[in-house]
T-cell receptor, first 109, second 113 residues
Framework: RKEVEQDPGPFNVPEGATVAFNCTYSNSASQSFFWYRQDCRKEPKLLMSVYSSGNEDGRFTAQLNRASQYISLLIRDSKLSDSATYLC??????????FGAGTRLTVKP | DGGITQSPKYLFRKEGQNVTLSCEQN?????MYWYRQDPGQGLRLIYYSQIVNDFQKGDIAEGYSVSREKKESFPLTVTSAQKNPTAFYLC????????????FGPGTRLTVL
């Protein structure tokens, strides 16, 4: 089993839709969690940190479910500019960051 | 502006040559990292450094070498021993390894001809 797994997609949604991605992790001792956004041929950029039960930033909501060992990212009212690949990152107990392979989102007019 | 810079943006190398990728940060971060990204795969850690003059191997260190002589700089050398070096190389830094948000440079795309 991979340490961090994501559905690769692609997710194709219309503008205005709500879309959610999940990311599962294998190390139950993991302490901190992150979502990054990566545009094509660019570097990942930090979107949100998820430290406790979850947090919200505008149209984006991140949730953590420790019992089931996954984090989720919810995007409401999708915009064309949300089209990107979303990477989750999990910092394991030994300060070892692991990244998922990413979920690709395409928002269409 | 504070940030992380990488150069060059694109690099072409002949088989058998060593090449060095530059990474500089002015964020006053202690920890720096090198990752490799291949299509359809997650980021894989090559090397990391938590402090000047110290660095540790990551998951795929074979065929690579690094140095950390200055806090701001963490160059990566891709040696001829690396069997499949064509990839997108990303440098990152964080305040320290325990405070985990990592911030990335723009990357170097290496192609072996």
């Amino acid at each position: 089993r991979k340490e961090v797994e994501q559905d690769p997609g692609p997710f194709n949604v219309p503008e205005g839709a709500t879309v959610a991605f999940n990311c599962t992790y294998s190390n139950s001792a993991s302490q901190s969690f992150f979502w990054y956004r990566q545009d094509c041929r660019k570097e990942p950029k930090l979107l949100m940190s998820v430290y406790s039960s979850g947090n919200e930033d505008g149209r984006f909501t991140a949730q953590l479910n420790r019992a089931s060992q996954y984090i989720s990212l919810l995007i409401r009212d999708s915009k064309l500019s949300d089209s990107a690949t979303y990477l989750c990152a999990v910092n394991q107990n030994n300060n070892d960051m692991r990244f998922g392979a990413g979920t690709r989102l395409t928002v269409k007019p | 502006d504070g940030g992380i810079t990488q150069s060059p943006k694109y690099l072409f190398r002949k088989e058998g040559q060593n090449v060095t990728l530059s990474c500089e940060q002015n964020l006053n971060h202690d920890a720096m990292y090198w990752y490799r990204q291949d299509p359809g795969q997650g980021l894989r850690l090559i090397y990391y450094s938590q402090i000047v003059n110290d660095f540790q191997k990551g998951d795929i260190a074979e065929g690579y070498s690094v140095s950390r002589e200055k806090k701001e700089s963490f160059p990566l050398t891709v040696t001829s021993a690396q069997k499949n070096p064509t990839a997108f190389y990303l440098c990152a830094s964080s305040l320290d390894r325990a405070i985990n948000e990592q911030f990335f440079g723009p990357g170097t795309r290496l192609t072996v001809l």
